[in-house]
């Protein structure tokens, strides 16, 4: 008789970090790959050895979608041993396409005010931002929290905000790496090697500031406008950040 054998398709888990652009997303994803069980899945062109990364972000999604699951599964495969993340802002408005092909991935949701998201657009430095008004960031917040409340919904992942994040820094990564089962050793040492800088060479990646600076930034009357504006996303952030 003619024997079959039947191998079980290993699915490798990896984690991506969902979030609006200039939401913390980079600082987070730093915190992360400063863990020695973790390997982030970055830009192609990217140099490994390093001391600085390129970009933080692979945009696999945007490049080369009918490619990207296998290009990552590629990349899973010979980084067994660690835990894989990704990051890349845009691919939040893309969740749809990468939970079809990573239905068990393990993945982070972090949010912020989006009046401090608006914020960091219009005063940003990184050439990415170069044309962002108050318009433009107004409608690119509203695309990004559409999704994200849309993947919030689906109750499956991690949540954390950026506020949090920053007030207690070593409570919320310990909590993190927990729900990732990632060790917690030499946590204060993760956060100290990322304190006010980044492992990412992009001009204007990391913009010093505090959490509120919005306040002191925008006029009274802008604040008022924005408010208006994002009635909807600040009304889903306060109830998701308590």
């Known amino acids: 008789m003619k024997k079959f054998f039947y191998w079980k398709y290993k699915e490798y888990e990896v984690t991506f ?6 939401g913390g997303t980079t600082w987070l994803w730093s915190l992360l790959e400063s863990h ?4 982030p899945f970055v830009n192609e062109s990217n140099n490994l050895e390093q001391l600085f990364y390129i970009t933080s972000e692979s945009g696999i999604y945007v490049k080369d979608p009918k490619n990207a699951k296998r290009i990552i599964e590629s990349f899973l495969k010979k980084n067994r041993n660690y835990k894989v993340i990704e990051k890349t802002p845009s691919h939040t408005l893309l969740w749809r396409d990468i939970l079809n092909d990573f239905p068990n991935s393990r993945n982070i949701i972090i949010l912020r005010n989006p009046l401090a998201i608006v914020n960091s657009m219009v005063r940003s430095e990184m050439t990415a931002f170069e044309d962002y008004g108050l318009e433009k960031s107004i409608d690119s ?3 990004y929290f559409k999704c994200l409340m849309e993947l919030i919904k689906l109750d499956k992942y991690y949540i954390v905000s950026y ?13 993190i790496l927990d729900y990732l089962n990632l060790s917690k050793d030499f ?20 913009r010093k500031g505090k959490a509120e600076s919005y306040r002191i930034e925008f006029t009274e009357k802008e604040l008022l406008y924005l408010e208006e504006k994002l009635r909807n996303e600040l009304t889903f952030f306060k109830l998701m950040k308590k």
């Open 141 to 143: 917040v509203k695309a």
């Open 187 to 206: 946590v204060e040492d993760i956060i100290a090697s990322n304190k006010n800088t980044s492992k990412v060479s992009v001009n204007g990646v990391f």
């Open 17 to 22: 970090i969902f979030g609006s652009a200039r």
């Open 163 to 175: 506020e949090n994040l920053l007030l207690n820094t070593a409570s919320e990564l310990v909590s």
């Open 36 to 39: 020695s069980e973790v390997k």
